[in-house]
């Protein structure tokens, strides 16, 4: 039972298939309406739905369309995953393109750097059941800490 469980959710993390779910529930919705079981309406809607999620999939970076609802907030809701298939989740995300990203001369204090950095890395380890906690100082998705030792931006006072 744990392993189907298992096996589900990592193919509900894969991207291509997500969309193919996706992309097939929408072919069901068309049969179903074609065959006339569900009303014209209902496919309609259903289907703008299915796209809207399909293009955010598309999107260079995904939702959590879970954390969006609760908190309305995109940049907290982005999604993004690492080349090991880590998952970072809201401001702990990859930057895209320089936007959000964060360097040492953005905090006065190392203090500051070092409560981001931890902040994000708890994060990480929620959002990773499982994920080894060398694993995530090796990860340092901000560049902060280039020794990997969990220190970050040694050159700022403390
Ligand atoms: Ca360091």
């Known amino acids: 039972m744990t392993d189907i469980k298992q096996s589900l959710q990592t193919a509900r993390n894969t991207k291509s298939t997500r969309i193919w779910f996706m992309v097939g529930l929408m072919v069901i919705i068309f049969i179903l309406w074609w065959m ?10 259903f ?24 908190t309305g907030n995109i940049q907290e809701s982005r999604v993004s995953h690492t080349k090991d298939g880590y998952k970072l989740v809201g401001s702990c995300a990859i930057p895209i393109k320089g936007e959000g990203d964060l360097n040492c001369s953005h905090f006065k204090t190392q203090t500051e750097a070092q409560s981001k950095y931890s902040q994000c890395a708890s994060e990480i380890i929620t959002n990773n059941i499982g994920l080894d906690v060398r694993k995530v100082k090796s990860l340092d998705i901000y560049g902060l800490d280039r020794d990997k030792d969990g220190v970050v931006c040694e050159s700022l006072p403390k």
């Open 36 to 45: 006339k079981i569900i009303k014209t309406g209902f496919a309609i809607g």
């Open 47 to 70: 289907g703008i739905i299915l796209l809207a999620a399909i293009g955010i999939e598309t999107f260079n970076y995904d939702l959590d369309l879970g954390k969006l609802w609760k």
